[in-house]
């Protein structure tokens, strides 16, 4: 079955970087699109980034731009997410989820990010 | 931007009752709306796609419908496992946006 597992939770210091994975399994990693997302009690369900199938396009929503890096490795099925200059606004729980043409149709079982001094 | 409003924010249901949940985009998305539960402490399941499509797996007493602007998720006859925060999603366009969630009670 479809498996996608998340890294455990982290604790950043403002300004500084976390990075995050997201291991699947259970489908073949190189044909689907694989999104990030974030949930926070303040700004609900946020979209966050895009990447396509081989790893060689990326789209970011707005507000992430130039602080956000998606990538992802074929050779083990795994997915990342990279997040700069953390602030306090940045504490969230973060998902992973698979594109099913137009939906998120398997999700991550969540990374708290907890930003702060 | 997409905004996606919910409405209600929030309901009690007895077991058995029939449950609408409305969302209403701020420009037409034609059908591409999908609908998400979300128990507590669980990420979000999808339920819906395509505004009206069950995705395998879920109950026959969820259903979806609406075009265009207006969309409405039903639950036939609610069960106590219903208890959850239901989304709405568009994916018409980018940024994909959610609507802010209808949290669902049993009474």
């Known amino acids: 079955q479809v498996q996608l597992v998340q890294s455990g939770a982290e604790v950043k210091k403002p300004g500084a970087s976390v990075r995050v994975s997201c291991k699947t399994s259970?489908?073949?990693?190189?044909?689907?699109?694989m999104h990030w997302l974030r949930q926070t009690p303040g700004q609900g369900l946020e979209w966050m980034g895009i990447?396509?199938?081989?790893?060689?396009?990326?789209a970011y929503e707005q507000k992430f731009q130039g602080r956000l890096t998606v990538t992802r490795d074929a050779s083990t099925s795994t997915l990342y997410m990279e997040l700069s200059s953390l602030r306090s606004e940045d504490t969230a729980l973060y998902y992973c989820?698979?594109?099913?043409?137009?939906?998120?149709?398997?999700w991550g079982q969540g990374t708290l990010v907890t930003v702060s001094s | 931007d997409i905004q996606m409003t919910q409405s209600p924010s929030s309901l009690s249901a007895s077991v058995g009752d029939r449950v609408t949940i409305t969302c209403r985009a701020s420009q037409t998305i034609i059908n591409y709306l999908n609908w998400y539960q979300q128990k507590p402490g669980k990420a979000p399941k999808l339920l819906i796609y395509g505004a009206s499509s069950l995705q395998s797996g879920v109950p026959s007493r969820f259903s979806g419908s609406g075009s265009g602007t207006d969309f409405t998720l039903t639950i036939s006859t609610l069960q106590p496992e219903d208890l959850a925060t239901y989304y709405c999603?568009?994916?018409?366009?980018?940024?994909?946006?959610f609507g802010q969630g209808t949290k669902v009670e049993i009474k």
């Open positions: 999603q568009q994916s018409y366009i980018t940024p994909r946006t």
């Open positions: 990447i396509n199938p081989d790893g060689t396009n990326t």
């Open positions: 259970g489908y073949t990693f190189s044909s689907y699109y």
């Open positions: 989820a698979r594109d099913g043409a137009h939906y998120f149709d398997h």
